[in-house]
Nanobody, 124 residues
Framework: QLRLVESGGGEVQPGGSLRLSCAAPGFTLDDYAIGWFRQAPGKARDPVACITSDGFTMNFVDSINGRFSISRNMDENTVDLQVNDLKPEDTAVYYC?????????????????WGQGTQVIVSS
């Protein structure tokens, strides 16, 4: 069965960068919209970004202000989230999710497959 696996999280100081990856072993991701979400401690899960099957991207958090970018790595069959200039408020578990459509949505209930999450901790 299809499963999503996130990787690339870690603990960094403010201003650091990470590259988070979403993979689906045995499956291809390029036919579907893939979203990245995050859930900070004690808070609800929020949408971060999404990429359509055609490669169009959508950012959902204004405060990110260009620090994050989502892309498809076709050679490795992954969807990556590059997170730069990290701030303490970016601390969260980051999840990728697959929507069985070609276009993006911000609502988690419209995504059918989820990974286990990868933890990002930003602290001094």
């Amino acid at each position: 069965q299809l499963r999503l696996v996130e990787s690339g999280g870690g603990e960094v100081q403010p201003g650091g960068s990470l590259r988070l990856s979403c993979a689906a072993p045995g499956f291809t991701l390029d036919d579907y919209a893939i979203g990245w979400f995050r859930q900070a401690p004690g808070k609800a899960r929020d949408p971060v970004a999404c990429i359509t099957s055609d490669g169009f991207t959508m950012n959902f958090v204004d405060s990110i202000n260009g620090r994050f970018s989502i892309s498809r790595n076709m050679d490795e069959n992954t969807v990556d989230l590059q997170v730069n200039d990290l701030k303490p408020e970016d601390t969260a578990v980051y999840y990728c999710a697959l929507r069985p459509r070609m276009i993006c949505t911000r609502y988690g209930e419209n995504y059918d497959y989820w990974g286990q999450g990868t933890q990002v901790i930003v602290s001094s």
